[in-house]
């Protein structure tokens, strides 16, 4: 028998025999057996209204589901055996669905939910059984809460639910000091999450299967604690990313932090970060304690300590990246090298290491790492990325290669969950735009890290937006415009910054001179493509599809802004020309008003762009940071017109074009660059000397 079903469901069951023929679906059909949640009911009478159905207590087909342990002794890890089903769907319509546990029979509902709504978009369903268990023990995805997004707690119940439906069993939120600590609230800003929305959210997880793990870090990443004057005087680093470890204060204010995350969020695990601890020693403190201690004993005595505190007063299993005690940074020149067991030797063995690796094998680097982590015997998770802070808008080429090479490592090597990663970008982001990159670690996470086969482009699309593919090759075509630049020499996440950060006049001069119009055209008829794809995705999850138009809107007003900076250019360069020739002054204010023209349409451009940023990212609850900086743009490129004019007037000669485009960093001026200057603290003020300078410098 040939199976045609294998391509309708993501993730990708492990075992589906297929009939002949094809199902006959009832009119109603009733529930027997085993109760069924309220919310589950719900998921799966939306889906049985999709293809005519309807869920009655009294029907003439049934679905019977029932609790039972025999039949899946196949399945080796009793964890994975748990949630474990079998699916039966006869001619008839009839149905059976059997697991060993509630989450077997949540996951079986959710396959034949994800089948029906094949069958609605036009997919032949066959009569079939479905025998299925996870990979992977632990499955889930990382949301950055800790840049300057702040979900709500409707748009997180909304990702609950997606994660449902992809048979995720885990979400971490990383908060760092975006939690509203009880008497520490002023450690966040004021759109942090609160203690009670921590426990909402926790419950509304735990009745859907969903493990809802805080995430922070007490050793490194901690600027958003340091930007508080009182705390300056024990951070450390350039960046004041690090507390000095060994101040009498740095342990009760981490203390404090730690139970207040501990006790909102009632888990049994908790990520307590704990990575990163690199460019160290800045404070002539710090610098003394890693000289007396050695820097490996200097991070695991604290580490441990968090550890230990976790375990023992609040019960948690505690959680940690690997990459200073096992991973990617034990070998480079400010990790701990031959000292590393040191550092490793401290950990406490039951603390459960995040195995964080971004790229492939390609060039042989990961292969003894992964090895080392597999002979150290520490249980362990591998943690992929969705690769979406890594390009202008996201790599599905990318995210693809690196989450099914680490799904395999983690196979090999003995790790017993996988979570995929997802780290916000500082400009220009959206987290549900990136959503189908972190999404496709479902099907690895699930069915293991095979690599992807041709049936992923329907069955993904089919899960997320309800469509025959339509989704993937949209995302193919978005990598195909990257691809172009990339060729081009235009680097990763340039055109984002080059907005957002530069500016316009920046995007211009950067760009104009290795986009030449053929590569121009070329990107336009990708995006044209993708234009015309983006209409065919599905509209079963509309606030995805709407999230989607960012990378389209980002790279078509790129383009627009260039075509009429060289305009502009062109027309300029021409008065200047005519600016001193008897008889030209009616071509000459032509040539000039043709230069006003079209800074307009740039300004124009950049007005359309920001529209479309402010709409996606402030109704998912990005911080309205990313639409000031565009507003400064456009004024700044209105700007020009005047002092044109005035030149004009002036008649003393026309200024160089670029000039007039000097413009100030605004997006720097209350954000990074003034971030960066504060926190030179411990460079200009180490003896004390430096007071007047640091102020000087500061303003």
């Known amino acids: 028998m040939k199976s045609i079903t294998l391509d309708l469901v993501f993730p990708r069951p492990r075992n589906v025999r297929v009939g002949h023929g094809m199902v006959r679906l009832p009119r109603t059909l009733g529930l027997t057996g ?4 309220p919310w589950l009911r719900a998921r799966l009478a939306r889906a049985c209204r999709s293809v005519g159905v309807e869920l009655r207590t009294e029907a003439a087909c049934r679905l019977q589901m029932e609790l039972k342990t025999t039949g899946f002794a196949s399945i080796r890890d009793p964890d994975c055996r748990t949630e474990a089903y079998r699916l039966t769907l006869d001619a008839n319509g009839s149905m059976h669905l059997c697991g060993p546990s509630p989450a077997g029979l949540r996951h079986g509902i959710i396959t034949l939910c994800l089948l029906l709504e094949a069958r609605a978009a036009g997919a032949r369903l066959s009569p079939m059984v479905v025998t299925d268990a996870p990979v992977f ?104 990313s690090y507390p000095l470890l060994t101040h009498p204060r740095t342990w009760p204010l981490v203390q404090d932090y730690l139970d207040a995350l501990a006790e909102a969020f009632p888990s049994k695990n908790f990520h307590a970060g704990l990575d990163e601890l690199l460019f160290t020693g800045t404070n002539p403190e710090a610098a003394a304690a890693i000289r007396k201690k050695g820097k ?71 292969a003894p790492i992964i090895e080392r982590v597999a002979k150290e015997g520490r249980p362990f998770v591998v943690a992929p990325s969705n690769q979406s802070y890594t390009c202008d808008f996201g790599s599905l080429k990318a995210a693809l290669e690196n989450q099914s090479y680490m799904a395999r490592c983690g196979q090999s090597a003995g790790a017993f969950g996988l979570v995929c990663t997802h780290w916000e970008s500082r400009y220009g982001s959206s987290y549900l735009a990136s959503w189908p990159l972190q999404a ?21 699309s089919l899960a997320l937006t309800g469509d025959h593919g339509a989704l993937l090759d949209f995302l193919q075509l978005l990598d195909r415009v990257q691809d172009v630049l990339a060729e081009n020499k235009v680097g990763h996440c340039m055109v984002r910054s080059s907005f957002f950060l530069d500016g316009p006049h920046v995007l211009w001069r950067r760009f104009t001179g290795v986009l030449p119009p053929a590569r121009r055209r070329e990107i336009r008829r990708l995006l044209e493509r993708a234009r015309r794809t983006y209409r065919n995705i599905g509209r079963r999850d509309l606030p995805l599809k709407r999230a989607l138009r960012l990378g389209m809107a980002l790279f078509e007003e790129a383009l627009h802004v260039m075509d009429a900076f060289d305009r502009a250019w062109d027309e300029y360069h021409r008065a200047a020309e005519l600016e001193r020739t008897s008889g030209a002054g009616r071509e000459f204010e032509r040539r000039i008003e043709g230069t006003n023209r079209n800074l307009e349409a740039a300004a124009k451009s950049i007005e359309r762009y920001r529209r479309v940023v402010v709409e996606l990212e402030r109704r998912t609850g990005h911080t309205p940071y990313d639409g000031y900086a565009l507003t400064a ?15 004009v007037r002036d008649g003393g000669g026309l200024p160089c074009f670029e000039k007039l485009l000097y413009l100030p960093p605004c997006y720097y001026g209350s954000n990074l660059r003034q971030l960066q200057v504060q926190n030179t603290f411990h460079h200009w003020f180490g003896d004390g000397r430096n007071t007047v300078s640091l102020r000087r410098r500061t303003i």
């Not at 085993?34 to 949640?37: G, L, R, V």
Request: glycine letters at 8%; charged letters at 25%; proline letters at 5%.
């Open 34 to 37: 085993e109760p069924m949640a």
């Open 137 to 240: 023990s632990v499955r889930g995805f990382q949301i950055d809460m800790a840049r300057e997004f702040f979900p709500s707690p409707a748009f997180l119940k909304r990702m609950i639910n997606r994660a449902v439906d992809l048979k995720f069993n885990t979400i971490w939120l990383y908060l760092e000091n975006h939690f509203r600590a009880p008497g520490l609230e002023d450690l966040s800003q004021k759109e942090g999450m609160t203690p009670a929305e921590a426990r909402e959210l926790s419950a509304y997880a735990a009745v859907r299967g969903i493990d809802l793990v805080p995430g922070t870090n007490v050793l490194s990443h901690m600027e958003g604690w340091f930007r508080l004057e009182r705390y300056s005087d024990f951070s450390d680093g350039a960046m004041r």
């Open 296 to 366: 490996a004993a200097y991070f695991a005595d604290f580490a441990c300590k968090v550890i230990r505190h976790l375990q023992e007063v609040h019960g948690k299993t505690v959680w940690m990246w690997d990459d200073m005690v096992l991973g990617k940074n034990v070998f480079r020149p400010e990790g701990f090298n031959q000292d590393y067991r040191k550092a490793l030797d401290r950990i406490p063995r039951d603390a459960v290491m995040t195995h964080w690796y971004y790229w492939t094998d390609r060039d042989g680097k990961h």
């Open 440 to 460: 496709l670690a479902a099907g690895f996470a699930w069915s293991g890290g095979g690599r992807p086969g041709p049936g992923l482009r329907r069955s993904l």
């Open 633 to 647: 743009w456009i004024e700044a490129v209105r700007s020009v017109t005047p002092l044109i004019r005035a030149a």
